[in-house]
Each structure stands twice: as C-alpha cells, then as structure tokens.
C-alpha cells in the first residue's frame, strides 16, 4: 500500500519515515521553479504542496483531498503560507470544476496527482486501510456510502473474485471469494484482522514480499473508492483545465493505475499504444492535447529507494498541454478504469 506527505506510514513492510516519493522528480516534471498556479489533486499531508509552494515565492497551489480528516488536518499549513495555499475538500476526478470554483483556476501551469491511500489513512486503525492494525473493514476515505465490510459482506461472489482479480491481480481470486462467502454465511466480516486472516490461510506467503493479504485489501480498497474510475476523470478534467505549456504528472504505485495514465497520454500525444499505421483511420484525426514530457516511466532512483522502500512500485509519467481543443473522452482509459462487463451485471446478493 502506498501513502503521501509527512510522518510515518504502516506500509506492507511496516512502519517507515515517509517522504514525498519522487519529490524531485515531480517538481522537475512540473518546472514548478518558473512561478505560477498548481493542483495538488492529492494532498493528504502536504508534501507535495510544501515543496512546490517552497520551489517559487510566486507559486500558490490549490489541494484537494476527498478525506475530511486531511483537510482539518492542513488548515495549519493554510495559515502559514498566507494565502498562497488554497485547501479545498472534494474528489481530484472533479478537479476542473474545484480549480474554477477556487478563483485560481482560469489556465492551471500544473497538476500533480500520487495515487494511493495517505499515510495518515493507514496509520488510523479505525478507518480499516491497513491489517497491521485491527479496526473495522471499513477504507472509506470520505467516510461515507459502502464500506469494505458491506461490500465484502453483501457482494456475490463472481463479483468479488472479479474485484480481487482486476484490481487486485490476485491470482487465487476465485479461492478468496469462495472462501469469503462460506465463512460469511457464519458470521459477517467485521474487522481487518477478521479479513486478512481467512486471505493469509488461502494465500502462499513469500518470505521477502508483503503480506498475503496486501492484493485483496488493495483491491477492495480501490472498489470502495472507485480510485481508478476517478484517476481516469481527473485525466480528463485536468485536459480540460491546463493552459497551453501546463504539466500534468502523475505518480502511480499500481500496474493498472500506471496502464491508465500511460494509455491517455500515448493517446492524447497521438501514440496510441497498440495502434497500427497499417489500421484504417476511424474519423478525422484530432490535434494532439498533450507532448510526452518523459520518455516512459520515471523510477525511483538506488538512494531514494535504499532511504525509502515503500517506492519500489512507483513511477512517474508526465504530460505538456497543447494549444489543441480537449477533446471526448478516451474509451479505452474508460475501459481499463472499470470491472469487466460481466462482474457488473452480475450485481449484489
């Protein structure tokens, strides 16, 4: 599991000083050093914001963290900036409509989005992220609507090893939601420790990985939270926001979230992934909205990793806005954003 900000972070690995992951990397990628107007689309401590906000005297940022917590939690860091750090609660796949109703956003420079639950979500036991701690099965990060509990309580079960296969990649999906639902008919899943032991006991553990349950709790989470159809959103919405010149960078931890971003820039740069030059052309071709800005993923270097192990997975795309119109959404980031047609009809028990 990955965080964000400062302080300390209950990853798969324990606990661990948490940095900003690819710190210098982001504010590189944005040029966040030539003065202007930027969205943190995930603040959860700050970390980000502080150092863009450091990078230029002339900076100001917009965060948005959909966790209430996290906003109560960073109206000290508001105050301290004096008016150049706006704070605003809402979901980054909205982050258009929140630049604009923040009155700084007519034409942003940058946007940054770190994908993943905060620091702070995993260190609270009682908002369920995390089975290092038990608390409920709850990973909720508004604190509101179904929780990990009713879902993995409520749902059928090929829709829950679909769920734990998509987004987790578990490979023993099917063993997990059969098992899931056999223990449930006793009593209901309460609890993370209550949840990771059933995965544990189903799971093979490898000495030197994370914890057996570490890709269905993901899975879940993501399910919960509809992360990846809000990463593919904010794509779009922050196409629609950036000015000409403007940097979107993205720092993802998980193989479909990182599939998402590579597919919508390849598209929007008019290098589709897959295409063929052969193919026939389905309609006009359209301007491009974005150039590439780094030539694949960027990685974590051996000093940040060695000083940081929870950055083993990320990586870092980036794209510049061009003068080009915002154009329809892209199909195939939508479909990658959702579960296969067949687990959505099937529906809920």
């Known amino acids: 599991m990955t965080g964000r900000g400062d302080g300390t972070s209950q990853a798969a690995g324990g606990p661990a000083l948490h940095t900003p992951v690819l710190l210098a990397e982001v504010l590189t990628a944005l040029r966040a050093d030539g003065g202007g ?33 996290a906003i109560a939690a960073g109206q000290a860091l508001v105050a301290a900036h004096g008016g150049r750090l706006g704070l605003v609660e809402g979901r980054f796949g909205d982050l258009d409509e929140l630049a604009a109703g923040s009155g700084w956003g007519a034409g942003l420079d940058g946007i940054v989005l770190d994908i993943g639950v905060s620091s702070m979500q995993l260190d609270q036991a009682e908002r369920g992220f995390s089975f290092r701690h038990d608390g409920p099965l709850d990973m909720r990060m508004e604190a509101q609507g179904e929780s990990a509990a009713d879902l993995v309580n409520e749902a059928e079960e090929a829709l829950l090893a679909d769920i734990i296969y998509h987004y987790g990649e578990e490979r023993r999906a099917r063993a997990v939601a059969r098992a899931i639902v056999e ?66 960078v993205v720092v993802t931890f998980h193989s479909l979230e990182d599939r998402i971003v590579k597919q919508f820039l390849a598209t929007r740069a008019g290098r589709a992934p897959g295409a063929s030059r052969h193919a026939p052309v389905a309609g006009p071709a359209l301007d491009p909205t974005f150039r590439l800005a780094t030539k694949g993923p960027v990685a974590p270097g051996k000093a940040e990793l060695f000083a940081n192990p929870r950055a083993r997975s990320a990586k870092l795309r980036a794209g510049e806005r061009t003068s080009a119109p915002a154009q329809p959404p892209v199909s195939a980031v939508e479909t990658l954003a959702a579960l296969p047609r067949t687990a959505k009809e099937r529906g809920r028990r």
């Not at 990078?55 to 917590?69: C, E, F, G, K, T």
């Not at 059933?198 to 553990?205: F, K, M």
């Open 183 to 248: 223990r449930r008919r006793r009593a209901r899943f309460e609890t993370t420790r209550d949840l990771a032991d059933l995965v544990a006991s189903l799971v093979r553990a490898d000495p030197h990985g994370p914890h057996p349950a570490t890709r269905t709790f993901q899975a879940l989470r993501i399910a919960v939270n509809d992360e990846l159809g809000e990463l593919s959103r904010a794509l779009h919405a922050a196409e629609r926001v950036l000015k000409p010149g403007g940097r979107l």
């Open 37 to 69: 107007v930027y969205l943190d689309g995930t603040f959860g401590a700050g970390g980000y914001a502080n150092a863009i906000l450091a990078a230029n005297p002339a900076n100001r940022v917009i965060a948005v963290d959909r966790d209430p917590n």
